[in-house]
């Protein structure tokens, strides 16, 4: 089936935040004597904030925290991390990504995010790229992380196309996992390569416009 769409996750393939991420979750985290590394840090790429809590806290030792404190915690974390977020400026994308966003909208096809972040739109303003997209799904909108194929459904549902028209571009290997059971074609690149799950592998996201000669 002809492709019509494309659907990007957001960190990791278009910005990067890691980092962010690792040092709002590492103050949260030192904060109450748990153990965190750049190894559990990378368990938590795609995954939700409250999932991502959850990981964090298999090395806490004290009292079990209740819902309510946990919720707490995250809310914390997310303080930190937009703190971090609010640095963010246009020069954080690169001209690789702009110009192949802007390519794919020339060529006819739709173009949407599909990120499990509950920041994503805060993320797309300070960097440039609100208007860069026909349609945003995020982590405001769905109820389930990736690999379940929620948010990629959903972007495809904001563009009204099917699924089997779309193409994912993913980093993670559990946004493969989910663009493939969301019946989408996906697109590897960075870390997600190594799963060998993916239809296309890309170096660069330029590459996009190869595929989609």
């Known amino acids: 089936m002809k492709i019509h769409a494309v659907i990007f996750d957001l960190d990791g393939v278009l910005v990067f935040t890691d980092c962010f991420h690792y040092q709002a979750w590492k103050e949260v985290a030192d904060a109450r004597g748990i153990y965190f590394d750049g190894e559990i840090n990378h368990r938590l790429r795609g995954v939700s904030r409250m999932e991502s809590l959850e990981i964090i806290l298999e090395q806490y030792e004290g009292i079990p925290l209740s819902q309510e404190e946990k919720e707490a915690v995250a809310e914390e974390k997310n303080r930190i ?77 904001l563009l009204g196309e099917e699924p089997g028209r779309c193409l994912v571009v993913e980093d993670a290997e559990a946004g493969i996992k989910a663009g493939i059971a969301g019946g989408m074609k996906t697109a590897a690149i960075g870390d997600a ?5 993916a239809d296309y592998r890309l170096e660069q996201i330029s590459d996009l416009l190869k595929i989609l000669e």
């Open 193 to 197: 390569v190594r799963s060998g799950l």
């Open 81 to 157: 991390y937009r703190g971090l977020l609010a640095g963010m400026t246009p020069a954080d994308v690169g001209a690789d990504v702009r110009e192949t966003l802007s390519e794919l909208r020339r060529r006819g096809y739709a173009v949407a995010l599909g990120s499990s972040s509950k920041n994503a739109a805060f993320i797309l303003e300070k960097v440039g790229l609100s208007e860069a997209f026909d349609a945003v799904s995020d982590g405001t909108q769905i109820t389930r992380s990736k690999p379940d194929p929620e948010v990629f459904l959903r972007a495809a549902e």
